[in-house]
Nanobody, 115 residues
Framework: QVQLVESGGGLVQPGGSLRLSCAVS????????MGWYRQAPGKQRELVAT???????NYADSVKGRFTISRDNAKNTVYLQMNSLKPEDTAVYYC?????????WGQGTQVTVSS
């Protein structure tokens, strides 16, 4: 059974940084295209960052240049480095395959950007 545990969220001021982690058990992150998603209140969940098996990355326009997705195969963990955070980045952040698999959704981690 695959389990994903997201962590690293919190309250941060505009312009600040956070590093999210997604620890995966029961499967290997290196063999799948992985992504970070977010869901803001009243909005649909959206894909913000993708990491392919070859290491290529892709980002939503709203986070391009500010967010960086990466993985540590030895730790079976996917990361999202978020810099220059804006209030509109406030959301619950999740990791999953791209495209997502229902059984792979974790509990997410809350990111709140506010002064």
């Amino acid at each position: 059974q695959v389990q994903l545990v997201e962590s690293g969220g919190g309250l941060v001021q505009p312009g600040g940084s956070l590093r999210l982690s997604c620890a995966v058990s029961g499967s290997m992150v290196s063999i799948y295209r992985m992504g970070w998603y977010r869901q803001a209140p009243g909005k649909q969940r959206e894909l913000v960052a993708t990491l392919t098996t070859s290491g290529s990355t892709n980002y939503a326009d709203s986070v391009k240049g500010r967010f960086t997705i990466s993985r540590d195969n030895a730790k079976n963990t996917v990361y999202l480095q978020m810099n220059s955070l804006k209030p509109e980045d406030t959301a619950v952040y999740y990791c999953n395959k791209v495209p997502p698999v229902g059984d792979w959704w974790g509990q997410g981690t809350q990111v709140t950007v506010s002064s």
